[in-house]
């Protein structure tokens, strides 16, 4: 669709997602083309709440957690492809298969997302996942988001 190459702050990826802390998954957006792919990124902090619990003393991401990074990725992909769609559909996760959780994501990880369309088909927006960490894959997955409702 587009080759021209975007990249979005903190308040742009919040104007194209519902999501609010403690949430919002995306930092930032370094590379988007619309129709194409988006690389996006969540540095990973101690003071996330869901180290709370997911494991005290030993804290690591949850691998869900990482799956909803990528369709929040997805998402400010697909809401940047129709910005000129008026009402914007909200998008919401709807498969995911082919799920791999190669490595732990712990506090003080820069988790690198990147996410492209293999295909859209009936307003199915067909995905292909990939999360790394210091450039060693930690989570790929094929991730399916549709339409439900307006933003």
Wanted: some cysteine; aromatic content about 8%; proline content about 7%.
């Amino acid at each position: 669709m587009g080759t021209e190459t975007m990249t979005l702050d903190a308040v742009q990826i919040s104007a194209a997602l519902p999501h609010r802390f403690p949430f919002l998954l995306l930092d930032k957006v370094t590379a988007c083309t619309v129709g194409e792919s988006i690389v996006a990124v969540k540095n990973v902090t101690s003071n996330e709440p869901f180290f709370q619990g997911h494991f005290p003393g030993r804290p690591v991401m949850p691998g869900v957690l990482v799956i909803e990074a990528m369709a929040q990725a997805g998402g400010v992909l697909s809401h940047q492809t129709m910005i000129d769609v008026d009402p914007k559909p909200l998008f919401f996760l709807a498969g995911v298969n082919n799920a791999r959780f190669r490595r732990t994501v712990v506090p003080g990880d820069q988790l690198v997302i990147e996410v492209n369309v293999e295909r859209i088909r009936r307003g199915i927006w067909f995905y292909n996942c990939s999360a790394t960490v210091d450039g060693s894959l930690a989570v790929a997955a094929d991730i399916m988001c549709a339409p439900g409702g307006e933003r």
